[in-house]
Protein backbone atom coordinates (compact mmCIF):
# COMPACT_ATOMS: atom_id res chain seq x y z
CA UNK A 1 0.00 0.00 0.00
CA UNK A 2 3.00 2.89 0.99
CA UNK A 3 6.19 2.89 2.84
CA UNK A 4 6.20 4.37 6.34
CA UNK A 5 9.76 5.11 7.56
CA UNK A 6 9.94 4.18 11.31
CA UNK A 7 8.29 1.43 13.23
CA UNK A 8 6.58 3.70 15.34
CA UNK A 9 4.94 5.86 11.99
CA UNK A 10 4.15 2.01 10.68
CA UNK A 11 2.23 0.96 14.04
CA UNK A 12 0.44 4.60 13.68
CA UNK A 13 -0.43 4.31 10.42
CA UNK A 14 -2.22 0.71 10.87
CA UNK A 15 -4.17 2.24 13.35
CA UNK A 16 -5.45 4.66 11.42
CA UNK A 17 -6.38 1.97 8.50
CA UNK A 18 -8.23 0.24 10.64
CA UNK A 19 -10.46 3.15 11.91
CA UNK A 20 -10.76 3.64 7.93
CA UNK A 21 -11.79 0.31 7.51
CA UNK A 22 -14.00 -0.06 10.77
CA UNK A 23 -15.81 3.61 9.77
CA UNK A 24 -17.20 4.07 13.25
CA UNK A 25 -18.69 0.55 13.53
CA UNK A 26 -18.60 -1.80 16.40
CA UNK A 27 -15.37 -4.35 15.16
CA UNK A 28 -14.19 -7.45 16.21
CA UNK A 29 -10.10 -7.26 15.66
CA UNK A 30 -7.22 -9.54 15.82
CA UNK A 31 -3.22 -8.73 16.32
CA UNK A 32 -0.50 -10.71 14.94
CA UNK A 33 2.81 -10.47 16.19
CA UNK A 34 6.11 -12.08 15.82
CA UNK A 35 7.89 -12.23 19.64
CA UNK A 36 6.79 -8.92 20.08
CA UNK A 37 3.77 -9.13 22.61
CA UNK A 38 4.16 -5.98 24.60
CA UNK A 39 4.49 -3.75 21.37
CA UNK A 40 1.29 -5.80 20.37
CA UNK A 41 -0.28 -5.29 24.21
CA UNK A 42 0.68 -1.78 23.42
CA UNK A 43 -1.33 -1.37 20.01
CA UNK A 44 -4.06 -2.87 21.80
CA UNK A 45 -4.23 -0.30 24.12
CA UNK A 46 -3.98 2.02 21.59
CA UNK A 47 -6.88 0.83 20.15
CA UNK A 48 -8.99 0.44 22.30
CA UNK A 49 -8.76 3.95 22.98
CA UNK A 50 -9.94 4.54 19.93
CA UNK A 51 -12.19 2.29 18.51
CA UNK A 52 -15.55 0.55 19.79
CA UNK A 53 -14.73 -3.17 19.61
CA UNK A 54 -16.85 -6.22 20.46
CA UNK A 55 -13.26 -7.70 21.34
CA UNK A 56 -9.43 -7.27 20.75
CA UNK A 57 -7.56 -10.56 20.15
CA UNK A 58 -3.52 -11.35 20.36
CA UNK A 59 -2.22 -13.72 17.92
CA UNK A 60 0.85 -15.65 17.95
CA UNK A 61 2.13 -15.10 14.01
CA UNK A 62 2.87 -19.62 13.26
CA UNK A 63 6.96 -19.89 12.47
CA UNK A 64 6.70 -19.89 8.91
CA UNK A 65 5.19 -16.61 8.51
CA UNK A 66 7.55 -15.37 11.26
CA UNK A 67 10.52 -16.76 9.33
CA UNK A 68 9.27 -14.33 6.35
CA UNK A 69 8.54 -11.28 8.47
CA UNK A 70 11.14 -11.31 10.84
CA UNK A 71 10.86 -11.39 14.33
CA UNK A 72 8.91 -7.90 16.08
CA UNK A 73 6.59 -7.68 13.20
CA UNK A 74 3.31 -6.53 13.87
CA UNK A 75 -0.09 -6.82 11.87
CA UNK A 76 -3.93 -6.02 12.56
CA UNK A 77 -7.18 -7.30 10.73
CA UNK A 78 -10.55 -6.19 11.67
CA UNK A 79 -14.13 -6.99 11.05
CA UNK A 80 -16.90 -4.86 11.35
CA UNK A 81 -20.29 -6.01 11.93
CA UNK A 82 -23.90 -5.11 11.84
CA UNK A 83 -26.19 -6.87 14.52
Known amino acids: MEKVRT ?3 AISRLIE ?3 EKANDKKCHLAIYHAQALKEA ?3 RDTVKE ?3 C ?3 EIYNLSPV ?3 HVGE ?3 GISVH ?3 Y
Do not use: S
Request: proline content about 0%; overall charge positive.
Open 65 to 67: IGA
Open 41 to 43: QAM
Open 17 to 19: LVK
Open 7 to 9: KKK
Open 50 to 52: TLD
Open 72 to 74: GAL
Open 54 to 56: YEI
Open 80 to 82: TVE
